[in-house]
């Protein structure tokens, strides 16, 4: 299923970007993030734990970028499953960052996610409510997180 | 798919709440009456090592009539006993034919109020039902005990006012006043979850509509209701227009899901003309009876 959102950010792209390619930033936003771990220069592995009703299912997944053109835009890989493999994982994700101003930018993001096993009970209506919901609560923490001054600059 | 560790049977609601609170947050469940948890332990939806069964607690069980002449509906009452208590009768009659159309009578007499409200999948029966109803849900936890109104415990998709280590002991019921209540629910088979579900609560007296309680099932992320709809049809004396009006809102509001079931704009075409038709038996039945 095909996942997007957009949101608008009150700072610079280059200062948005530095956040978007920190992992530990990345942690405290990504809702459900448990742990952000580099495993090379271009690869990542994540705890993610994901909640729906009394399924709660704790991914551990590998993010791989595929692409990185600076200030601009990122793409990557998921792949996952839960650690019994209940249910499994992968996504193709592209995050693209656009200056609308000098001090606005916006945030775009896709992913093209399956998610088979367990969660796949909830069927793709629920999960893209789920989804969507989500993205509003990433944006939020971000926007808090990037106006706080919590990112050394 | 690890083994169940253990299953603890306690025989009070403190001591459930300290078995739910001393064991391992996320793999320790309440089980009240299985319809729903052990269905999805046999389909390896969840994986508990930790069950703390609530069937040995008194307290929780079955109907009592509280001083002020309300109800309190212990959490573990199987949705067979409810629909069948003559007392859910005037404006409480929406709970009782509810708990008569929720599954089929094996899931009834196993199912319980308290499991399925906790559950809250938005378009099962009771949650519409107590909305309409006005009904307020008592929660035990670590810091005792609370009461939250029914129209604020349901907050998402699968998601309640529950927080961490609290669970649902009862619900609680206004006296009953004169009027009537009625639940209907659209579905694909006998059975089945609702695709819309329609509840609704009216306190009638000397002909006029001193409460009106109409809530949605089925349409969103949590029972679909709106003080200004009950407002309308209230004033309105349940009309037809009132009903229109109050139907129109309610679509204008909903937050459907495409699933199996029907389509999102399907949904919202059917709310309007199920919400004028629980108003016109109403006011039928209103017109015979008053």
Known sequence: ???????????????????????????????????????????????????????????????EVTEELPFDRVASVTRGEEGTRASMLSADNLVTLTELGPELTEVRYSSEVSVTGRLAKYGLGMMRK?????????????RERIGSGALSA | MSALARLHRPATVEEAVRLLAGGDGERTRLLAGGATLVAMLNAGLVDPAELVSLAAVDELRGIGTLPDGGLRIGAMTRHRETAADVRLAGTLAVLREAAARIANPVVRNMGTIGGSISFADPAADYPPALVAADAAVEIAGPQGRRRVPAREFFVDWYATALGPNEMVTAILLAPRAPGLGSYDKLYRVAGDYAIVSVALSVAWRDGACARAGLAVGGCGPRPLHLDEADELLRAGRLGAQAARRAGELLAAAADPLDDVRASAAYRRRVIPRMVERALAAARDELSRTA
Do not use: H
């Open chain 1, 1 to 63: 299923m095909r996942m997007e959102g957009r949101f608008e950010v009150g700072a610079p792209r280059e200062r948005v970007w530095r956040c978007i390619t920190d992992a530990t930033l990345m942690v405290a936003c990504i809702p459900g993030c448990e742990e952000i771990e580099p495993v090379d220069a271009r690869s990542y592995r994540a705890r993610v734990l994901v909640e729906v009703g009394p399924i709660k299912a704790r991914f551990n997944l590998v993010v």
């Open chain 1, 130 to 142: 789920r989804v969507d919901r989500l993205g509003v609560q990433f944006a939020e923490r971000f």
